[in-house]
């Protein structure tokens, strides 16, 4: 029985309608008829339900039939509309014809209806008919356009044609191409049916067979995309595209294939792919207003303590900020400014665990979704609040050795201040007294008053006290717990009703070993104690130690600072890739924050513009030739140089190229370490050095105030590049600023006269009035300058530093000025600099005045001498020692200055330096001076260290060579550094081969022969093989490299029992075997004395190792087992890759296929962004877009704006498996517009939250 005709009937007279319901009964009309009488009822019977025909009245109250015709034109078109009207004028009825309705009848002639019903619906079904026609058509004329197009972009690429007969499988027609492209002649092709089969590749050869089994079924993949073997064993990926012919009967018989090799642009996106992937740097997205996030990489997953990227989206943004007003702050700022970059925030981890992280981010409003990257700087910040609390330590010791007015004083500031740095309880401090062999209290803090005044007296001798067992032992204690200490934990506190959690008790001893005092820190609860904090108290330990001696503080200070420097050197890694002709490959976000460049902006830029912006025309010019080497000879080159990035900030980098194979092509990698801080550090201590080599160059060998004057002011000028300055001494009796020494242009020397000290139009007269400082890094932008500005500019000046020189009683003696050319950054390091040279110079102006001062400065002067930071040797011409500092006492391990006096200097250096020296000295005597030479001096425990010296003649007052003066620096620390750093990039390196490997991988395999190849030539190893684990879950050996078969063989047998293996494979365990020959005693291994073992792993299941193999037994250290583990890690983190991307790509093409197969058109929809993920073949057919158009575009771009709103509602509301239907006027791409009935699914989609979208035709 054949359904009931859906009516909709129009009616407010209800006796009207049941008259109309009556005739089409009469007149055996099969129907349903739904009765509306209002606009608003209408209109809800359109949009909820399908019906074949329409009836209307034309008259109705609350609106008129033209309006709901124009509504069902809207809401339900192509569906007959019918008026029936009690009158209806000739003129009246035309215009309703004009306006679409189908007929109209009279409700007196009531027996037309049916009729007309009939008539109206067979109208609809040839029109539906014919529009089908000619959709068809249409898409014939469409599908010819796009097989031409299809035709002329595949005429630009090699291409080969195929005629496939079916169900043989011959090959009718095989075109010239296909021999260029497979390496096999044509006959070999017509000879054998289905010849694609026997060069496909073994991955790929199921997936073949099964299509070609679907062209015997009939069924026709539009395209097939596989990867072959060439004759010569070359891999390549083809695409394959097909045409199907069919007989009468609609049987396939034949198919007509295109095929292109498509290798480059496959390897382009898995290289691309894996590189984002495996960034150094945690990388996200998240819903701007819920906070849920919607992408991130493995980096941000393991960041943040997470498994699986799965389980941290599971996690809101909001769970990680510690406090929630930083993340909205950071949330207003995005969306005020649009970006942030570089904010550094503490966030918190899934264990609950704190971290501190530099983040820039992006706002996508019309998206609705922030993008952007973490990056650890944990290590930094920790290192930054170490270096504050070494630092204000520093500061403690410092200040109470300086300010104190007796030891009790100095004790007391000690304690206190240590006790609230290290947030301890209590503290107190005993002086050892060793004639009666008693400990003393000397201060106490943060205990009760009258426990001070009643703190015992300890005998050395007293068993459990912490402080006797220290004192005797001279051997710290460090008990964060004190009942988990095995030396301590039995002892009793001596104050009445104090329990100690926590105790840190230390010995204070002076250079001779001999015991001064011991110092207590208390807690009551258990407590924390970094390791740092024992190196920092055995430095502080050296200085208490000097001043409770009332050694100079100043030496303890200088001391201690160097200590703390190496604290300093933090850095992250920039990688670019470039071509040969200077375009950028690639480049990742620390590139970006070293050099200042915006990502849009450089991604169009050749690397010699770039470099432009950067860097100093004579570095460009190293750079260049750099560049020339890699190209040429093919050998990495490193290099540091100072950029100046693009918001003006100076920065220093170090620079390391090695010329790699990117896309069968040579280009260069090159990695970017920001070592800024590092050489921030190297250069203040080297201008410290040369400062204080200044003044005891020029204060021992200067004739006079104005020689002095004159090399204080030149030393000045070349250490700090300044352009020209002047030193002023002040006569008190004239009250004048008289010239003592100065370096200025010749043309403007006339300026240079006395100048009344009380005329305040000069600038140096401010600065002596007021006895304070003036740092002018730009002398238009400094308040006190400006008003100077016209007597500055006769100087050409553009930044100026001018400092008093004052006396131990604040008197004004003179004013040193230096001035610069061009504005000039003057950091605080300066200021201590400049600092510490007006109070030397002061005290060496002073002893030139004269004779008490001259003999009261001698004593000065030694001090200067034996507090200098440096070692310091006078020696006569034959470089017999005449003195020498305690501190080059110190550094040669030598009690006494006269165990120096007279020995030869050069004896204490290494045999081979010895004579080096004599030659250097030869020359010295020709040239005054030298600077910086690298020697190895020998002590006298036979111990060598690295020193670096500078020397310079003494004249007599005859200007003859008198004496020598050398001054040496121990740089042992430094010299580590810089190993460090060549070890660092050693390990760089290798990790830039292995992103190199990555790079020319095409698959799993090749990229497991590179790796090896890779790891065995950059870590020397001889052999080595690769395991991977099977499908059946057992170990298989995949690759090897250098290995005998016997040794093959050994661990072959070794993967299918409990054997020295099973720790490896089983566990995860790196194994480290030093006697292989253990592992066969039967037959001895040849030339194989250790093997090593890595585990790979995958979300935390071993997946396979890397077994290396060495012929020569060798140390491994724990640094070298962290490498070759972190090798590991990468290279089980590629192979799950490799592995993830084949299950996805073969998920893909079995869901293309699906949607393929179905008639209706499918969309599939980014639940976000709206973008169109996947579309099927008849949609592009339909609306007459390629595919890649549609899946540029938002599902929005296809509707017209009329329908906007219902569809972003639904986005809105969707949840999981939920629906709705929906009728949408959609837009094609000639601009046609077609009613179609949409139904949407809210469905995951790989890895995609999107909306499934199904269009059929309404």
């Known amino acids: 029985m054949t359904s009931p005709l859906q009516v909709l009937h129009l009616e407010d007279n209800n006796i009207d309608a049941e008259l109309i319901r009556e005739t089409l009964a009469v007149h055996k009309v099969h129907c349903e008829i739904t009765l509306t009488a209002t606009r608003e009822d209408f209109l809800q019977a359109l949009i909820n339900k399908r019906f074949d025909i329409i009836l209307a009245d034309f008259n109705l109250p609350s609106f008129d039939g033209f309006e709901a015709l124009k509504l069902a034109k809207k809401y339900a078109p192509g569906i007959p509309f019918i008026f029936i009207s009690g009158v209806l004028g000739e003129e009246l009825a035309i215009e309703t014809l004009k306006k679409g309705a189908t007929d109209y009848v009279i409700k007196s002639r009531l027996e037309r209806l049916a009729p007309a019903i009939n008539r109206a619906l067979k109208e609809r079904e040839e029109r539906v008919t014919r529009l089908k026609l000619e959709r068809d058509l249409a898409e014939l004329e469409q599908m010819i356009s796009d097989l031409k197009s299809t035709y002329d972009e595949l005429t630009k690429r090699v291409r080969g044609f195929l005629k496939i007969e079916i169900p043989e499988l011959k090959y009718s027609i095989v075109d010239k191409f296909l021999a260029d492209l497979s390496g096999y002649p044509i006959s070999a092709w017509r000879q054998t049916p289905n010849f694609i089969a026997k060069i496909i590749h073994p991955d790929f050869q199921d997936y073949y067979l099964a299509r070609i089994a679907e062209f015997r079924q009939g069924f026709v993949p539009k395209m097939l995309e596989y990867k072959i073997i060439k004759q010569d064993g070359e891999e390549r990926w083809w695409l394959?595209?097909?045409?199907?012919?069919?007989?009468?009967?609609?049987?396939?018989?034949?198919?007509?294939?295109?095929?292109?090799?498509?290798?480059?642009?496959?390897?382009?996106?898995?290289?691309?792919?894996?590189?984002?992937?495996?960034?150094?740097t945690g990388m996200f997205r998240t819903d701007v207003e819920t906070g849920q996030i919607i992408e991130a990489n493995s980096k941000m997953a393991e960041l943040l303590g997470f498994d699986t990227v799965e389980e941290l989206k599971s996690y809101p943004a909001s769970f990680f900020y510690p406090h929630p007003e930083k993340r909205k702050k950071l949330i207003e700022k995005l969306k005020v400014n649009g970006y942030y970059e570089a904010e550094v925030i503490q966030i918190k981890r899934k264990d609950g665990s704190t971290i501190w992280i530099q983040e820039s981010s992006r706002l996508y409003p019309d998206k609705g979704f922030i993008e952007g990257i973490f990056i650890n700087i944990t290590s930094q910040k920790l290192a930054e609040e170490a270096l504050k609390r070494d630092h204000s330590v520093f500061q403690l010791v410092a200040n109470a050795a300086v300010f104190?007015?007796?030891?009790?004083?100095?004790?007391?500031?000690?304690?206190?201040?240590?006790?609230?740095?290290?947030?301890?309880?209590?503290?107190?401090?005993?002086?050892?007294?060793?004639?009666?062999?008693?400990?003393?209290?000397?201060?106490?803090?943060?205990?009760?008053?009258?426990?001070?005044?009643?703190?015992?007296?300890?005998?050395?001798?007293?068993?459990?006290?912490?402080?006797?067992?220290?004192?005797?032992?001279?051997?710290?204690?460090?008990?964060?717990?004190?009942?988990?200490?095995?030396?301590?934990?039995?002892?009793?506190?001596?104050?009445?009703?104090?329990?100690?959690?926590?105790?840190?008790?230390?010995?204070?001893?002076?250079?001779?070993?001999?015991?001064?005092?011991?110092?207590?820190?208390?807690?009551?609860?258990?407590k924390e104690i970094q390791g740092e904090v024992k190196i920092l108290f055995e430095t502080i330990s050296s200085m208490i130690a000097s001043a409770l001696e009332r050694f100079q503080a100043e030496q303890a200070l200088r001391d201690s600072e160097e200590k703390f420097r190496a604290y300093a050197e933090q850095s992250l890694i920039g990688v670019i890739l470039l071509n040969n002709q200077g375009d950028l490959l690639f480049f990742n976000d620390e590139i970006l924050r070293i050099s200042g460049f915006e990502r849009e902006e450089i991604s169009h830029m050749k690397s010699r513009e770039i470099t432009a912006e950067l860097f100093t025309e004579i570095d460009r010019e190293r750079l260049r030739k750099q560049i020339r080497i890699v190209e040429e000879e093919g050998i990495s080159q490193k290099e540091e140089y100072q950029i100046i990035s693009k918001e003006g900030q100076k920065k220093w980098i170090s620079l390391h190229l090695a010329p790699i194979n990117f896309h069968d092509s040579q280009a260069i990698s090159a990695i970017v370490l920001e070592i800024t801080e590092q050489k921030r550090a190297q250069l203040t201590i080297e201008r410290e050095r040369q400062a204080f080599h200044i003044i005891a160059s020029a204060a021992l060998t200067s004739g006079d105030v104005f020689d002095l004057s004159r090399r204080v002011l030149t030393g000045l000028l070349d250490v700090l590049a300044f352009d020209f300055g002047i030193v002023r001494l002040f006569n008190q009796e004239k009250r004048q600023l008289e010239p003592a020494a100065y370096v200025i242009p010749a043309e403007i020397s006339y300026e240079i006269q006395s100048i009344p000290v009380d005329d305040p139009k000069f600038f140096v007269n401010y600065v002596a009035k007021t006895k304070e400082a003036v740092y002018a890094p730009d002398i238009n932008e400094n308040q006190i300058t400006i008003k100077f500005l016209d007597?500055?500019?006769?100087?050409?000046?553009?930044?100026?530093?001018?400092?008093?020189?004052?006396?131990?009683?604040?008197?004004?003696?003179?004013?040193?000025?230096?001035?610069?050319?061009?504005?000039?950054?003057?950091?605080?390091?300066?200021?201590?600099?400049?600092?510490?040279?007006?109070?030397?110079?002061?005290?060496?102006?002073?002893?030139?005045?004269?004779?008490?001062?001259?003999?009261?400065?001698?004593?000065?002067?030694?001090k200067l001498i034996n507090t200098s930071p440096l070692a310091i040797f006078h020696t006569d011409l034959q470089s017999g020692i005449r003195l020498v500092n305690k501190y080059a006492l110190e550094l040669l391990h030598v009690e006494k200055a006269e165990d120096l006096i007279g020995k030869e200097f050069q004896s204490f250096l290494i045999a081979p330096d010895q004579a080096r020296l004599a030659q250097d000295i030869e020359i010295l005597l020709k040239t005054g001076s030298f600077i910086n030479y690298d020697y190895l001096m020998e002590r006298s425990d036979k111990s060598v260290f690295p020193i670096e010296l500078s020397a310079s003649v003494i004249l007599d007052n005859n200007q003859k060579p008198d004496s020598l003066l050398f001054i040496?620096?121990?740089?042992?620390?430094?010299?580590?550094?810089?190993?460090?750093?060549?070890?660092?990039?050693?390990?760089?390196?290798?990790?830039?081969?292995?992103?190199?490997?990555?790079?020319?991988a095409n698959n799993l395999n090749q990229f497991l022969d590179f790796v090896l190849d890779t790891v065995l030539n950059s870590l020397d190893f001889s052999g080595g093989l690769i395991l991977l684990r099977s499908e059946n879950n057992l170990f298989e050996i995949n690759k090897s490299l250098g290995v005998s078969k016997q040794l093959v063989s050994l661990i072959q047998q070794a993967l299918s029992s409990e054997t020295f293996l099973t720790p490896l494979i089983k566990k995860g365990a790196t194994i480290i075997i030093d006697d292989l020959q253990v592992l066969s005693p039967d037959t001895p291994l040849k030339n194989i004395e250790m093997l090593i073992g890595i585990p790979f792993f995958s979300k935390k299941e071993i997946i396979g190792a890397l077994i290396l193999l060495l012929n020569k037994a060798r140390s491994i250290s724990a640094t070298d087992q962290q490498l070759l583990e972190s090798i590991g890690k990468d290279i089980g983190t590629a192979i799950a890759k490799f592995q993830a991307e084949q299950l996805i790509k073969e998920r893909q093409i079995d869901l293309q296929s699906i949607f393929n197969i179905l008639e209706e058109i499918i969309f599939v929809i980014d639940h976000k962004s709206g973008l169109i993920l996947e579309v099927n073949d008849i949609a592009t057919r339909k609306l007459g877009y390629i595919k890649r158009q549609l899946q540029s575009m938002r599902f929005l771009d296809l509707l017209s704006k009329e329908y906007w709103a219902d569809f972003q509602t639904f986005l809105a509301k969707a949840k999981p498996r939920t629906s709705g239907t929906f009728t949408f006027e959609i837009k094609t791409k000639g601009q046609e517009t077609l009613m179609m009935n949409v139904t949407l699914y809210y469905q995951r989609y790989l890895s995609h939250e999107a909306i499934f979208a199904i269009l059929r035709d309404a």
């Not at 426990?451 to 912490?466: D, M, R, V």
Request: charged share 25%.
């Open 240 to 280: 394959q595209f097909n045409i199907g012919a069919f007989d009468a009967q609609g049987r396939l018989t034949s198919v007509s294939a295109v095929i292109i090799d498509n290798t480059e642009d496959k390897e382009n996106y898995l290289k691309y792919q894996n590189l984002f992937e495996n960034a150094l």
């Open 404 to 526: 104190a007015n007796d030891i009790e004083t100095f004790c007391k500031d000690i304690i206190s201040g240590l006790t609230k740095i290290f947030q301890f309880d209590t503290g107190s401090f005993r002086l050892y007294d060793p004639e009666t062999n008693l400990l003393v209290p000397c201060a106490a803090t943060s205990i009760d008053p009258e426990a001070i005044k009643n703190l015992p007296i300890i005998p050395l001798t007293q068993e459990k006290h912490a402080g006797a067992l220290v004192g005797r032992t001279k051997k710290p204690v460090f008990a964060p717990d004190i009942s988990k200490h095995e030396l301590i934990k039995d002892f009793v506190p001596l104050i009445k009703d104090y329990t100690v959690g926590a105790n840190i008790t230390w010995p204070i001893v002076n250079s001779k070993d001999e015991l001064i005092a011991v110092l207590q820190l208390a807690n009551q609860e258990p």
């Open 791 to 862: 007597r500055l500019k006769v100087f050409n000046t553009k930044a100026v530093v001018c400092w008093p020189i004052l006396n131990k009683e604040s008197a004004l003696l003179g004013i040193i000025l230096i001035a610069s050319t061009r504005p000039t950054e003057i950091t605080e390091e300066d200021r201590f600099f400049f600092n510490i040279i007006s109070n030397f110079f002061s005290l060496a102006v002073e002893r030139r005045y004269s004779e008490d001062a001259l003999r009261e400065s001698q004593e000065t002067f030694e």
């Open 968 to 1000: 040496g620096n121990d740089v042992t620390v430094r010299k580590e550094l810089e190993r460090n750093l060549r070890n660092h990039f050693f390990e760089f390196e290798v990790m830039n081969k292995i992103i190199s490997a990555g790079y020319r």
